[in-house]
Nanobody, 113 residues
């Protein structure tokens, strides 16, 4: 069983930065890929970035070059560094543990002037 807790969301102006963190409990963290997803009001949840257990990364085209995903298998955390934020990045951000399908509760990111 894996439990995930996201943190680091908040409000920021366009062009600003935020770093999201997802802390995982349980012993299976390092064995699984992890992903960050987001869901904006009235839209479907979409994958933003992922990282597998070999540290290979994937980014959605909309965030490529602005977001960076990383993981720390000692601390059992996965982070999402978000730079050059745009209003369209406003959403609730969730982390996901691929092997177990576990989701966190989400953290709100609002980008507005």
């Amino acid at each position: 069983q894996v439990q995930l807790v996201e943190s680091g969301g908040g409000s920021v102006q366009p062009g600003g930065s935020l770093t999201l963190s997802c802390a995982a409990s349980g012993s299976r963290f390092s064995q699984s890929g992890m992903g960050w997803y987001r869901q904006a009001p009235g839209k479907q949840r979409e994958m933003v970035a992922s990282i597998n257990n070999q540290f290979d990364t994937y980014y959605a085209d909309s965030v490529k070059g602005r977001f960076t995903i990383s993981r720390d298998n000692v601390k059992n955390t996965v982070s999402l560094q978000m730079n050059s934020l745009k209003s369209e990045d406003t959403a609730i951000y969730y982390c996901n543990h691929f092997k177990t399908g576990a989701w966190g509760q989400g953290t709100q990111v609002t980008v507005s002037s």
